[in-house]
């Protein structure tokens, strides 16, 4: 009997390393061709839809303290004919952070942008989801969600 307790965990573990490794941090598709994801029956998985891009945070919790500057990147994943620049805008901000730039973009052949997160001293305390938008010249917006702790210095 014991031994049906084990697999469980075992595959959670897995599942979890897994999403470590790939990268989960993936929210909803934007840009012309994000009506539906494209499934590739070749290998049963889950590909990026043409025309299409998803964004990518950190996959772990980024913590800041009060007073502190730290730099961060959000991703692109572009499929198939999307060679736009994407907009980012940062929703969700706690109190007394903000981003810098104040309008960064992820450029026509770059996989990235870096952003720096700066904390105020009294900035709000505590964990935060930051939603980020990506807005492509044409098509609908993409979002990620972005895990904040701010802490004490």
């Known amino acids: 009997m014991r031994r049906n307790f084990v697999y469980p965990s075992i595959l959670a573990g897995t599942a979890l390393l897994f999403c470590l490794l790939a990268g989960c941090n993936q929210g909803s598709p934007g840009g012309p061709g994000a009506t539906s994801a494209v499934k590739n029956d070749e290998k049963s998985q889950v590909v990026q839809a043409d025309d299409s891009f998803n964004l990518s945070a950190p996959l772990l919790p980024t913590t800041i303290k009060q007073g502190e500057r730290i730099s961060s990147t959000i991703g692109i994943k572009r499929g198939v004919n999307f060679d736009g620049d994407v907009s980012l805008k940062f929703d969700n901000l706690p109190t007394g952070v903000k981003i810098e730039p104040s309008s960064p973009k992820i450029k026509?052949?770059?996989?990235?942008?870096?952003?720096?997160l700066v904390a105020t001293?009294?900035?709000?305390?505590?964990?935060?989801?930051?939603?980020?938008?990506?807005?492509?010249?044409?098509g609908s917006d993409a979002d990620v969600a972005f895990k904040l702790t701010v802490a004490t210095r």
């Open 121 to 138: 001293q009294d900035a709000s305390l505590g964990d935060f989801t930051i939603l980020v938008v990506g807005h492509p010249s044409k």
């Open 108 to 116: 026509h052949g770059d996989a990235e942008a870096n952003v720096t």
